[in-house]
Each structure stands twice: as C-alpha cells, then as structure tokens.
C-alpha cells in the first residue's frame, strides 16, 4: 500500500540489487541478440558475395559487400535521431522493443532474398533494403541502450554494469562466429555459398522475437520517470549543448575505426591480405573475441576506481604508439599463434575505449535529452569512420597502398586522444542522477 502510494504520488521507491540485475540482463540479452544480426552479415559475407555479386574476383566481391555494410551505416544516423527522440518521449523500454523488431524485419529479408542469377539485380536492391533497415535499427539501439544500462546502474559501480553493452556486443560477434564454425564443420564450401549462408540470418530473425519476449519484462528507469519533461523541443534542448555534442564525437571517432578494424574487418583481412585460411581467419577471431569481451567488465570496473578520464588516455596513448605496428607486423604472420598474438595485443588496447564508451557519452548529457545525446553524434561518429573502415582498407590495398589504412587508423586515434586530454572525467562531473 505504501509503495503503491508512493508511486502514484509521481515518486519511484528505490531499485534492489537483483532488481537492478534482472532488468540490466534482460536489456543485456536483447542487445547480443540485436548485434548477432548485425554482424551475421560480416561474419558470412565471403560465403555470400558470389549470390548477389557473381561478377568479379574476391577484393572486388567484398568491396561490393562492405560497400553496402557502410551504406547500412549511412541510417545509423537517422536511428539515432529517431529512435532517441522516442526514447526521451515515451520511454528507454519502449525504444529498445522497437529496435529489435526492426533488426527482426532485416534478417528475414535478407535470408529469404533469392540470388542475383535469380532474379537478377533486385537480389542486390533488396540487400541494401534489409541492410537500411538494421542500420535504422541498430543506430537506435546504441543511444537507448547505453541510457538505459547507465541509468539503470548505482553510482558507485556504473562503468561495471554499463560496460555489459560491450560485453554483449560482442557476444553477438562471438555467436555470429559460432554459427559460422558449426556450419564449416557440417557443411561444404560449395553449400555455403549455395544456400548454408541463409541459416544464421532465419536463426537471427528467430531469436529476436525472444529479446522481444524479454523486453516486455523490463523495468523503466527511474531517472526517465522522474525526468521533468522539457517545454521546447528535444533537439532545440540538444543544440544547447554543443560541446558535450562534439565531445561524444571525437571521443568515438577513434575507438570506433580501432574496433571495427580489429573485429569485423580483421577476418577478411586475414583471408584475403595474409593469405590464411577461411577456418583459421574465423577460429583466431572466435578466440581473441572471447577474451576481449572478458575484458571489458575488468576495465569497467577500473573506471570506477581510477575515472574514465585515465583509462581513456591510456587507449589514446597505446593506440596512436602501436597501431602501425601492429597492422605491418600481422601482415607478414605466418602462424595462428602469431597472428592470435598481435590481435588480442591490439584488442587490449582498445578495450580501454569499448568498456567505458557508453557510460561517458551517458554521464554528458542531462536526463531530458540523454538517449538522443548519446545515440545522435555516436552514430554520425560511426557512420563516417567505422561503417567505411572494411571499404577503406579493401580500398588502400586494391590500389596497392595498404599501409596507408594503418596511418589513417592511427591519426584518428591521435585526434581522439586530444579530446580525452582535455575533456574532464565524468566520473566526477556525471549527470545522471543516482536514485
């Protein structure tokens, strides 16, 4: 009776441990699942470049595939937008179901479009369609979900909890994998190419009507529904914080290149640049994704000991030191051990980045506006440096100057180390409110 009275009275009685627990794993488990279709895409995309792309050798049949892997980030954007202006309005919960079901929507298209010898050049249209439709989606899903994980956690432990967005990011990567290790082992090169390439985007789509299932349950965070809701429009409230704007996107302007060229690249990179084995490219990315994703509540946790502040120059720092080296040194790997090796060294290093990223773009932003301020200038940030990273590097090396990707990836880790010198540890100065 006196908690119902409490909250009819606009008030929010205090979260419990295992209710904080329980709500933080429920967004958690819809978020690997959201970004297990994202990266199915990647993970396949050697198996299935020849169905929509038949013409042309290798380089330029995934140069096609991850031109269309950026367009799908040319909607991340627009997600962003959209889906934070929903989640500041009607709610984090309310966003993050809608974000699934979309991302449902693009696998089905995707595993269900017939080949290019079928019918012909609509095989490719409806690719770029599905792949719009998840850009859309998952450009909605990053702000919401940072919000709604950051929020969700107590003061003393956010970068811990918050650092689970990674955590289950790349567990989505990771069973994007699994499933591509458990269909080279039963099935042949030729099925792959064939029609095998199809099974993990229907299992996607599958398993996002049960991350629906699991949304439903969750909590709303007490700091949306005690947030007074702001008189003008949202993104006239955004546009009185410029400088928390600009500093979401040189924060992320590196980090995000530095992730997507060691995960998602760095298996066609192995392949087509090193000259390793399909099975081999895709065993050594299983491993080293297994521990990074370890990696990531170790470092959360730091955070919240040390401040976000230090653990993000130590990735500024390591990164524009090691990266060029690195990157020349896996080029010329001859074993799987070695090539292990060089990639969790680089995979540390960002990890200084990936496990506290979330929670500093959410400590910047007042409650009113936070989903929008998170999601907005991360994915523009995203579109622009990690959904061209793939074509970029296929690009440098198709005219014979792979190198030059290395100092691109290094210079924009520089320019984000300025921004983390200057920017002040939101550790200290957060502006989400503890309940």
């Known amino acids: 009776m006196d908690s119902t009275a409490t909250l009819a009275a606009g008030q929010t009685a205090p979260k419990t441990t295992s209710q904080r ?25 050697l198996y299935f470049a020849k169905a929509f792309f038949p013409k ?23 997600g962003g937008w959209l889906m934070g202006l929903y989640a500041d309005k009607a709610g984090r919960k309310s966003a993050l179901m809608v974000s699934v079901i979309m991302m449902c929507a693009g696998s089905l298209i995707i595993a269900l479009t017939p080949s290019y010898t079928t019918i012909g050049v609509a095989a490719p249209i409806m690719l770029v369609l599905a792949r719009l439709l998840q850009g859309l989606s998952v450009g909605g899903e990053y702000g919401t979900s940072a ?21 289950t990011l790349i567990s989505g990567q990771l069973l994007a994998l699994a499933t591509l290790i458990v269909l080279q082992q039963t099935l042949t090169v030729e099925q792959l ?17 049960t991350a629906l299932y699991l949304r439903r349950g969750m909590e709303e965070t007490s700091s949306f529904k005690k947030a007074e809701k702001p008189k003008e429009s949202l993104m006239r409230t955004l546009a009185r ?144 440096f990690g959904g061209t990273a793939e074509y970029l590097a296929l690009w440098f090396k198709s005219i014979g100057m792979e190198s030059g990707y290395y100092w691109y990836v290094t210079g924009c880790i520089a ?15 957060s502006r989400i409110v503890h309940e």
């Open 241 to 384: 914080h410029p400088k928390e704007f600009l500093t979401v996107v040189g924060l992320t302007m590196g980090g995000t290149l530095a992730f997507y060229t060691y995960t998602t690249y760095m298996q066609k990179y192995l392949v087509n640049s090193v000259g390793m084995s399909k099975t081999d490219a895709t065993s050594i990315s299983a491993a080293t994704l297994f521990l990074f994703m370890l990696l990531q509540p170790i470092v959360g946790a730091l955070s919240d000991r040390v401040g976000r502040r230090p653990v993000l120059i130590a990735f500024g720092v390591l990164g524009t030191l090691f990266t060029y080296p690195i990157l020349t040194a896996l080029g010329s790997v001859t074993s799987w051990w070695g090539a292990f090796g060089l990639i969790m060294v680089a995979l540390v290093i960002v990890s200084f980045y990936t496990s506290i990223n979330a929670v500093v773009k959410a400590e910047l932003f007042p409650t009113e506006i936070r989903a929008l301020g998170v999601g907005l200038p991360y994915a523009l940030t995203v579109s622009i």
């Open 193 to 209: 190419e064939s029609w095998g390439w199809r099974i993990p985007f229907l299992i996607g789509a599958a398993c996002a009507v």
């Open 21 to 45: 627990i329980k709500s933080i794993f429920s967004g958690s488990v819809g978020n690997l699942v959201e970004w297990y279709d994202w990266y199915v895409y990647a993970a396949f995309s």
């Open 147 to 167: 919000t709604y994980l950051s929020e969700m956690a107590t003061k003393e432990s956010r970068g811990f909890y918050s650092s689970f967005q990674y955590v």
């Open 415 to 429: 320019c984000s180390l300025l921004v983390y010198v200057f920017m002040k540890d939101t550790r200290d100065h």
């Open 56 to 78: 042309g050798d290798q380089t330029a049949q995934l140069l096609n595939v991850a031109a269309i892997f950026a367009v799908g980030f040319l909607m991340r954007p627009i």
